[in-house]
């Protein structure tokens, strides 16, 4: 801009304004400011510079006053001819175009391009390479117009080197570790996504830990600050989170009151599970919340609610709850809108509400509902929310979701030392035709053996919790050495519904042809080679498992329990009743360091007529029973030149562990382990008709071994090394075993 003359005042008879081509002239003029004929000072010919340029329209601005003149020089920023992004190899330009507000046939900014710039350079960030560069070039053509290139510099994923805690004594760095979704780059770092720094999976990772720590009686617990430290080569983070613990606190005395008449305390505290001496979480309270107000609604009474009044008492570390029962506002619901669902029917999403149009509206059962959409995993994002409807005693509740895929092609591979290598191809869609319901289809293939499975599952038959499933299998062997040969054939539909808190029932029908076949005359059991043949068998059954590991007051403990009959004889050739149970328990102690584990399991067959068959009896793979091979325990029929491996009518197995950590950086994914497993499999009907003795007594055999367990992105691996402390001469051991599998 040029200076105005001597004269500390200008008046300017005309305006005129050169350069401009798009933009008006008249434009131009009052983004300055200046009327004609008025006094003008340097001060404000340097503001109306300032204006004409902030518009952003312009690449340079001059004014320049000619004696009772004042020129206006413009140059106008070039429009966008075309974008292109250059450099981009691992995110593709449908993926970046759409972030930036740059755009062709546009007028160019180089404010706007910066700002686009580092919007590309955020999207990398997203993806954990934070030292990626990325510099907006243009290229001028001609008609004032430029092809706009974001030349991006792609940097490799910079890792967390190191993943620390400051403040924490409960519980160690291990320990914490754990628990949080990033992890530390170890040996497979090239292909563990979870060790790249994002700083939304930091944020999540504070909510994890508090959640962890709340659920341990840690009230006070909180993350007070996250550092995040970039290696002076741009390489790696180090991430600390520095925290303070607090103190465990227990559950202190546990009361009910009420004002209401018609509630009676002493019958709503016999409905909470919670006792004295019990570990303070959040969890139990908001479950024992759930219960208190399921048990009013049995009782015909709406609107209560029930607040938890919790007294602090430092001295003992307790927390004393006393649950208030009261009648909460009269509000009903006056509709639910569900939006989003372009594939999911309405009726698979309400069938995740215990309330429908015209209930008392409970806030509670709200938020349950939410998390149970959630749970589904049909939706990548899913809101729920009530908001106040026509009058003030009726509210709306509002569903938006966003679909996601549902459909799942797997392949996978396995390996272990009973089947060796197997090849697994299948199907599932979680969300069938929108309705919910699941479909699967499986293919196995391994070195003596084929499986194919087609399975439906309707998890909500007639809009309650009540699974229907149906499965229909198909299964052929080739056992080693031809010993013989089976095909079966399966059909099976099940209910599946709750009966308690923990506990679910199902009940099934199943009918299966069983053919057993290619047996050598010459080599094979007498007793095979009387079941040879093809049988149907057609049964009813029960099952009732029991299961606390994830919901039961101990966060560090659980038990699990599964008891279940089969009645074959409805028809078919096998007539027997098929029992089978597990009762097992794990906890962790020493800090959660080391896991205990323990199982015990057992099965029993009782021919109601007639003589079991191999098809039907038991066997113990070195799942069941480690330290030997498959089938290599149990009544074996060693008259025959193949030694055919008969199984049992019954069987009985303990399994102990205990695993733990061997001192390697835990980003490994590498634990160690001991076992002692001892058991038995014995009995058969009739042992008739072979040239010596069938050993089928109930002879206790122990297994002692060492246990290396490896987490890896492939599938978990297991190195079993074992010591057979009791056995039989006619068993067949094994002293490693390994395990793989995974899926791609």
């Known amino acids: 801009m040029a200076p105005l003359s001597a004269q500390a005042q200008q008046r ?15 434009t131009i003029r009052t983004y300055a ?83 686009d710039a580092d919007s590309i350079t955020a999207a990398y960030g997203q993806l954990g390479r934070y030292a990626t560069t990325v510099d907006p070039r243009i290229i001028r053509r001609d008609d004032n117009r430029v092809d706009l290139i974001f030349e991006v510099s792609e940097s490799r994923v910079i890792e967390i080197d190191r993943l620390s805690f400051v403040g924490n004594r409960a519980y160690s760095d291990r320990r914490l570790r754990r628990v949080l979704e990033t992890k530390q780059a170890g040996l497979l770092r090239g292909l563990v996504k979870s060790d790249t720094f994002i700083a939304d999976r930091i944020e999540f990772d504070k909510q994890v830990l508090r959640d962890f720590y709340l ?15 970039l290696a002076r080569g741009r390489d790696a983070f180090f991430v600390t989170f520095t925290v303070r613990e607090g103190q465990p606190f227990e559950f202190g005395e546990i009361t009910v009151t009420s004002d209401l008449e018609e509630v009676d305390p002493d019958e709503y505290f016999e409905a909470i599970r919670i006792r004295p001496g019990v570990t303070y979480s959040p969890t139990l309270v908001e479950n024992t919340i759930a219960r208190l107000e399921r048990l009013a609604l049995r009782n015909s009474l709406n609107f209560v609610r029930v607040e938890p ?32 669902n372009s594939t999911t029917l309405d009726r698979v999403i309400r069938n995740q509400f215990r309330i429908v149009e015209g209930d008392p509206f409970n806030p509670r059962e709200i938020r349950e509902s939410a998390s149970r959409i959630r749970a589904l995993g049909f939706f990548k994002n899913s809101e729920v929310e009530a908001r106040e409807g026509t009058s003030e005693d009726q509210v709306i509740v509002d569903v938006n979701v966003e679909e996601a895929p549902t459909g799942t092609l797997s392949f996978g591979a396995s390996f272990s030392s009973d089947i060796g290598v197997a090849v697994a191809v299948g199907f599932s869609e979680r969300n069938f035709l929108g309705r919910g319901q699941r479909l699967s289809f499986n293919v196995n293939t391994a070195s003596d053996s084929a499986q194919a499975n087609i399975g439906f599952v309707e998890p909500a038959l007639l809009g309650r919790d009540l699974r229907f499933g149906l499965n229909l299998g198909y299964s052929t062997t080739d056992n080693e050495n031809a010993r013989y040969n089976t095909k079966t054939i399966s059909f099976s539909p099940s209910l599946n519904f709750p009966v308690s808190e923990n506990g679910r029932v199902t009940l099934r029908y199943g009918i299966s042809s069983e053919e057993l ?57 096998a007539k027997y009743i098929q029992t089978t149970a597990l009762l097992g328990a794990e906890a962790d102690v020493l800090r959660e360091e080391v896991t205990l584990r323990a199982t015990l399991e057992g099965g029993a067959l009782n021919m109601i007529s007639g003589n079991s068959r191999i098809t039907d009896r038991f066997f113990l793979s070195s799942r069941r029973m480690r330290g030997f091979d498959a089938n290599g325990v149990g009544p074996r029929d060693l008259t025959a030149t193949n030694q055919d491996a008969l199984g049992g009518n019954f069987f009985a197995v303990a399994r102990f562990e205990a695993e733990f950590p061997l001192g390697i950086p835990e980003e490994y994914g590498i634990t160690g382990g001991v ?14 008709g072979t040239l010596g003795p069938v050993d089928d007594s109930a002879n206790l055999r122990a297994v002692v071994g060492f246990s290396v367990f490896w987490d890896t992105v492939l599938g978990p691996l297991r190195f079993n090394f074992s010591n057979a402390l009791k056995s039989e001469t006619y068993d067949e051991e094994r002293s490693f075993d390994l395990t793989v599998s995974t899926s791609f």
Do not use: C, H
Request: aromatic share 10%.
């Open 309 to 340: 009044r919790i007294t602090r008492n430092d001295r003992e570390l307790t927390l004393d709850v006393e649950f208030n029962l009261s009648r909460g506002p009269r509000i009903f619901v006056e509709r639910i809108d569900i939006e989003g």
């Open 12 to 26: 300017f008879s005309t305006i005129e304004v050169i350069g401009n081509q798009r933009i008006e002239a008249a």
């Open 215 to 229: 659920s341990r009686g840690y009230i006070d617990f909180e993350t007070l600050s996250v550092n995040s430290e």
């Open 675 to 688: 076992f002692f497993d001892v058991g038995s499999l014995w009995g058969l009907d009739n042992t008739a």
């Open 517 to 573: 076949f290619g047996l050598d005359p010459a080599a094979s059991s007498a007793i095979l080679l009387a079941e040879a043949g093809t049988e149907v068998t057609s049964f009813v059954g029960y099952s009732y498992s029991y299961d606390t590991r994830r919901t039961g007051l101990n966060p560090n403990a659980g038990i699990i329990f599964q008891f279940g009959q089969n009645f074959a004889g409805l028809g078919g050739d």
């Open 33 to 115: 400011g200046i009327e004609r004929g008025e006094s003008v000072s340097e001060g404000e010919l340097n503001a109306a510079y300032q204006r004409i340029l902030g518009s952003g329209l312009f690449e340079t601005v001059d004014l320049t006053p000619q004696g009772s003149s004042l020129v206006i020089t413009v140059r106008e920023y070039p429009t966008i001819n075309q974008i292109s992004i250059e450099g981009n190899r691992r995110l593709k330009d449908e993926n970046l175009l759409p972030i930036i507000q740059s755009q062709p046939r546009r007028v160019y900014s180089p404010t706007i391009a910066e700002l």
